[in-house]
């Protein structure tokens, strides 16, 4: 069930490995200095509660530890100088990978150009090149100048979002325009509309690494955000249980990262998703008699049932 037959790509990004057929476990990433993130106090000047903001690192960071999930950070912002503030931040208080994100081209190539300028490209992914770029000839022809290594695109056809119209668009466009823009390694993105169509982005993240390869993941969070019933009728624990449930599906099936929101969600994302790679990976030893190395949530959480299955291999 979980076996796919093609290689798969495994993707180093400042250490932290991303694909493959289920021998490393799922990258979580959280969002920082997004639209209403409280620790923003002026966006334009680029100026943010810097205690707050390393609470919020250190506190992905630990969980990152303690269960054996790798983590990286995705940076939103909309100006050069406001990401430039965020990058020399992040620079200086971990050592995790980041994404740089942003929806208009200017702000996204300016952070590109300074990252590469200040050496931190290999930590790098540009989030993203899509399907919607305004411009996306230009954005290519930057993108190969600077030389960049990571990249993602997202995966989702306006014209049709199936799983076959996806894979359409990533071979008349998307595949050849990461091609050009000269990116080493490229991750995709089957990007979630909401919530029940998590199944489609999950199906989507099947079909290419069947064909493909690539590591691929989503974004369910764009799905649990977005639906107000859990909040307005169940509360903060409601919403926790339904954005716990739709992030550990999706780790459990077929997605090599998941960006799963706020940074703030870190203290019940990363145990359900921990628990669900912990079944995937007996799930994958049943089948094909393979068992993960540390750091995995399954050795990291289960050690006695771990070295029991050890054992028996």
């Known amino acids: 069930m979980f076996k796919l037959e093609k290689p798969q790509k495994i993707v180093d990004i400042s250490g932290v490995k991303i694909g493959g057929s289920g021998e490393n476990p799922v990258v979580l990433v959280g969002t920082m200095f997004y639209t209403g993130h409280k620790i923003v106090e002026k966006r334009k000047e680029g100026r943010f509660d810097r205690k707050r903001a390393e609470e919020l690192i250190n506190m992905q960071e630990s969980l990152s530890d303690e269960t054996g999930l790798p983590s990286m950070l995705d940076i939103v912002?909309?100006?050069g100088n406001e990401f430039r503030n965020y990058i020399d931040f992040i620079a200086e208080v971990t050592d995790m990978?980041?994404?740089i994100d942003a929806w208009k081209i200017p702000p996204k190539i300016e952070a590109a150009r300074y990252v590469k300028e200040v050496g931190l490209e290999?930590?790098?992914?540009?989030?993203s090149l899509s399907p919607w770029s305004e411009d996306l000839e230009r954005e290519i022809s930057e993108l190969k100048e600077i030389g960049l290594k990571h990249g993602l695109t997202v995966a989702f056809n306006?014209?049709?979002?199936?799983?076959?119209?996806?894979?359409k668009l990533l071979n008349e466009l998307?595949?050849?325009?990461l091609e050009k823009a000269g990116f080493e390694n490229i991750l995709i993105d089957t990007s979630v509309l909401n919530t029940p169509a998590i199944a489609l982005s999950i199906l989507a993240c099947r079909k290419i690494k069947e064909e493909f390869g690539y590591p691929v993941g989503c974004a369910p969070s764009n799905g649990t955000d977005m639906w107000k019933y859990p909040r307005d009728q169940w509360g903060k624990i409601g919403f926790a249980a339904v954005d716990s449930s739709a992030h550990a599906i999706t780790a459990l099936l077929w997605n090599d990262f998941?960006?799963?929101g706020a940074i703030e969600n870190a203290k019940w994302i990363f145990?359900?998703?921990a628990t669900a790679n912990s079944i995937l990976a007996t799930f994958l030893y049943e089948e094909t008699?393979?068992?993960p190395e540390k750091p995995h949530p399954l050795p990291e959480l289960f050690s006695e049932f771990y070295e029991q299955l050890k054992g028996q291999k």
Not at 122 to 127: A, P
């Open 158 to 167: 306006m014209n049709d979002p199936t799983v076959e119209g996806r894979i």
């Open 271 to 273: 145990p359900a998703v």
């Open 174 to 177: 998307l595949l050849p325009s």
């Open 77 to 79: 912002a909309l100006s």
């Open 97 to 99: 990978p980041f994404m």
């Open 258 to 260: 998941i960006l799963y």
């Open 289 to 291: 008699g393979m068992l």
């Open 122 to 127: 290999d930590r790098v992914v540009y989030n």
